[in-house]
């Protein structure tokens, strides 16, 4: 068992070595909290998390598979996309433009960096492929987005012929808003070589969707062999999503994704507005995340959940994947930590891909080093000045008799001043050596 140091639990630490240390991250998590409200949204002032750790227990009863620590739901089928995105190798998206023929207010692209120059720009989406067969050993699958791709359909065909010729096993797709798209343009896709169509949905505050998507939807099912919905669950629209579901699922496409709505830190007052509040602790781990899709909105997650496990009572033949911010995030810190060469003290987690360590304090660190010594185990950190001793979680295991207030540390490769790349502790959470299992790491 891990318990998360947070606010609201540090108080309740006995060892005040530990206390000491977590606190400096519930400060820094503090301030972040401060910057939110600064942006103009309110901050949901308590967590969904037993509620929809409730919800993960009833959807793999129902047969969904939970993956990535409950961040990831999938209910009988899955883009093989989806599945290369986890760790991020070999598979990558484009951006054709940010223009867009919609504005809609919670446009994660507005957080984009230069969004500005981006509208009137139209990028050399080929030479990126290129440059991307050259790093990854094997390309498994390459998407075009926007803004809206669909603005251009012959440069989307071309780029899709050029992407097959390299390798037909290489999975393309588009993401559209389906507003530009014609039986016309999706023959044309279909010609250059296209697997997978996503129709971002959005629906609109009472969660309807225009019928005009949903025919051409109808439309693209008879020509792309993946046709996908992705679409932001607003809290407070379940029932209709509900009735879309089903409709989706008559359809006959192949999926949907429902995402986790986003506050990508602009149009703070739309969101006040619809009384939308960003979730109680927006990201678990606080780091340097340059996906630029915002911070979650509190419960959207219990909605789409909710929403998931309708479809398993209803057994809806389409595949239905729910896919939080977290997940999205997954692949970033896999990419900068996965190669690490790591020290004895260090293990790669395989749960969340943060490299991590155990922490002893106080009077705990005498103790710990006999028994490690016992034990043959001399990859440890610890010096006669330090105020904790150091040592992987894997050794946890070896002080189970002894019930003590242990730290179970979250570190990822991030760059310093001067652009070096430096290890970087990032969080740290407590553990116990009496209810602690290897699966907690
Ligand atoms: S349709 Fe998509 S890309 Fe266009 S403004 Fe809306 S969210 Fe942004």
Request: proline share 4%; net charge negative.
């Amino acid at each position: 068992m891990v318990t998360k140091i947070t606010k609201e639990t540090v108080g309740s630490i006995k060892n005040e070595g530990l206390k000491q240390d977590a606190l400096r991250y519930v400060n820094m998590y503090g301030e972040f909290i401060k910057a939110v409200e600064e942006s103009g949204v309110k901050v949901h002032d308590s967590e969904d998390r037993a509620q929809n750790a409730a919800l993960l227990e009833k959807l793999e009863k129902a047969g969904a598979e939970v993956r990535n620590n409950g961040k990831s739901v999938v209910l009988n089928a899955i883009s093989p996309s989806c599945e290369d995105c986890r760790t991020g190798f070999g598979s990558s998206t484009y951006i054709l433009t940010l223009a867009c023929n919609r504005d809609c207010f919670f446009c994660t692209n507005k957080n984009q960096m230069d969004y500005e120059g981006g509208q009137h720009r139209v990028n050399d989406v080929i030479s990126g492929f290129k440059n991307d067969l050259k790093r990854y050993k094997e390309m498994k699958s390459a998407a075009l987005t926007g803004g809206e791709p669909l603005l251009y359909p012959d440069k989307c065909a071309e780029f899709i012929k050029k992407v097959k010729k390299t390798s037909k096993n290489v999975q393309t797709r588009i993401y559209t808003n389906g507003d530009l798209a014609t039986p016309e343009i999706l023959m044309q896709l279909k010609d250059a070589g296209l697997d997978e169509i996503r129709f971002g949905l959005k629906p609109d505050e009472s969660g309807t969707v225009d019928g005009k998507i949903l025919d051409i939807m109808r439309e693209a099912v008879k020509y792309i062999p993946r046709v996908m919905v992705e679409m932001p669950v607003f809290p407070g629209t379940l029932e209709k999503m509900k009735e879309l579901m089903l409709t989706l699922d008559e359809m006959g496409i192949f999926g949907v994704n429902i995402l986790e709505f986003l506050y990508p830190w602009v149009h703070p007052e739309e969101y006040s507005k619809h009384g939308h509040e960003v979730a109680h602790r927006p990201y678990e781990i606080l780091f340097n995340y340059t996906y630029a899709g915002g911070l979650p909105v509190s419960g959207s997650e219990t909605e789409c959940l909710e929403l998931l496990l309708f479809c398993a009572e209803k057994k809806v033949k389409m595949g239905v994947h729910y896919c939080s911010l977290e997940n999205k995030l997954t692949s970033q810190i896999y990419h900068h930590n996965f190669n690490l060469r790591l020290t004895g003290t260090e293990v790669f987690s395989e749960k969340d891909f943060f490299i991590k360590t155990a922490k002893g304090y106080g009077q705990d660190i005498e103790w710990i080093k006999e028994k490690l010594d016992e034990a043959g185990c001399d990859h440890y950190i610890f010096n006669n000045s330090s105020k904790f001793i150091e040592f992987s979680p894997e050794l946890v295991p070896l002080l189970k008799e002894r019930d003590m207030e242990l730290a179970l540390t979250y570190q990822a490769v991030d760059f310093d001043e001067e652009g070096n790349k430096v290890l970087r502790e990032v969080q740290i959470d407590m553990i116990n050596p009496k209810t602690f299992r290897p699966e907690d790491i």
